[in-house]
């Protein structure tokens, strides 16, 4: 059984830094794309910034220059640096991740984290 787990979130004032990470266990074969999404308050949920399996990356261009994205293949792990951040960031934060997974046999799903709690306070 495959799970992502999020962990870094908090309350931070702005200007502040955070950084979030995600690590995936389970019987995995392979992670192929990786990204960070928000949902704020009434809002539909967003992509922030995405990860392929080599390395290339793209981000929302609200957070251009301000987040970076990045990943271990090593730990199976995602992370996402913050920095200069906004009250208008506050939001959770989930991670996705496209993964092939299996024992005997192998199939690829998307699985999502269960979110972690970003406060930016003015």
């Known amino acids: 059984q495959v799970r992502l787990v999020e962990s870094g979130g908090g309350l931070v004032q702005a200007g502040g830094s955070l950084r979030l990470s995600c690590t995936a266990s389970?019987?995995?074969?392979?992670?192929?794309?990786m990204g960070w999404y928000r949902q704020a308050p009434g809002k539909q949920r967003e992509l922030v910034a995405a990860?392929?399996?080599?390395?290339?990356?793209n981000y929302a261009d609200s957070v251009k220059g301000r987040f970076t994205i990045s990943r271990d293949n090593a730990k199976k792990t995602m992370y996402l640096q913050m920095n200069s951040l906004k009250p208008e960031d506050t939001a959770v934060y989930y991670c996705?991740?496209?993964?092939?997974?299996?024992?005997?046999?192998?199939?690829?799903?998307?699985?999502w984290g269960q979110g972690t709690q970003v406060t930016v306070s003015s």
């Open positions: 996705n991740a496209e993964i092939k997974s299996g024992t005997y046999s192998y199939s690829t799903s998307e699985y």
């Open positions: 389970g019987s995995i074969f392979r992670i192929n794309d």
């Open positions: 990860i392929t399996s080599g390395g290339s990356t």
